[in-house]
């Protein structure tokens, strides 16, 4: 058994997450339920879901979850040696971003957008650590949806903990967060509905090869 940081089943004050080398702290009810039941159903139709296709061991397999990518145009981001530039502020994703940098105190000029359709749908064990980010990324992360539990791994300890992430709230990851923990999503073979995660984040633009 993961042990829970806490139960936060009547909290709604912050929580900063007991996590040794990490800064992390989970705002329940961040939005109203009615207010993130709306958003959510906003950005279904608003944003460029699209399922991608990575090759591990050379098979090409479908990546379980849609994902969408908006942004400024010059956070653009390299992967898989390709440059990829962010599809445009939707008026949701934007008022949303004007809320976080306020609440966070920190700049952000991109959004990943997760949505995970049903149990089957999960996010692997990683930490947002690409140069793009910097060393000490503020990452916002807002959950509209069905609850998921969001697991922590510690990287030397391999000690693992969880919060489960709920409708309308925002965990807030900085510091040394992505340098010294993973963190992912797992299936689960429950009946559940969906969920939408929103991380917004600062990409710092990369340099340009020389022969570009
Ligand atoms: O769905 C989540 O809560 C996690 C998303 C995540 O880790 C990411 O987008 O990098
Ligand atoms: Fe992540």
């Known amino acids: 058994m993961q042990p829970d940081l806490f139960d936060n089943s009547s909290a709604v004050q912050p929580q900063i ?5 990490a800064d992390v702290t989970y705002y329940p009810g961040w939005l109203s339920a009615d207010e993130a039941s709306r958003i959510k159903q906003q950005l279904e139709g608003e944003l460029e879901w699209h399922q991608d296709t ?3 061991y050379g098979k090409l397999v479908k990546i379980p979850r849609l994902q969408a990518w908006h942004g400024d145009p010059d956070a653009q981001y390299s992967y898989s040696g390709l440059s990829m530039t ?11 971003r004007r809320q976080l940098t306020a609440h966070c105190q920190a700049s952000f000029n991109s959004v990943l957008a997760n949505w995970y359709r049903n149990g089957q749908d999960s996010m692997g064990m990683h930490a947002d650590d690409e140069p793009e980010l910097g060393s000490e990324p503020v990452i916002a992360s807002l959950t509209l949806g069905h609850a998921r539990p969001f697991v922590f791994m510690h990287k030397r300890s391999k000690r693992k903990s969880k919060v489960m992430l709920e409708h ?3 965990l807030v ?8 923990y993973q963190h992912g999503i797992a299936k689960t073979a429950r009946k559940i509905d969906d969920r939408i995660n929103l991380t917004y984040r600062y990409i710092y633009a990369s340099e340009q090869p020389n022969n570009a």
């Not at 997450?17 to 080398?21: H, K, R, S, Y």
């Open 17 to 21: 997450l007991p996590l040794p080398d």
């Open 54 to 56: 990575i090759k591990i």
């Open 86 to 96: 962010p599809a445009p502020w939707t008026n949701t994703l934007r008022d949303l």
């Open 168 to 170: 309308g709230s925002l």
């Open 173 to 180: 990851m900085k510091g040394t967060t992505q340098q010294c």
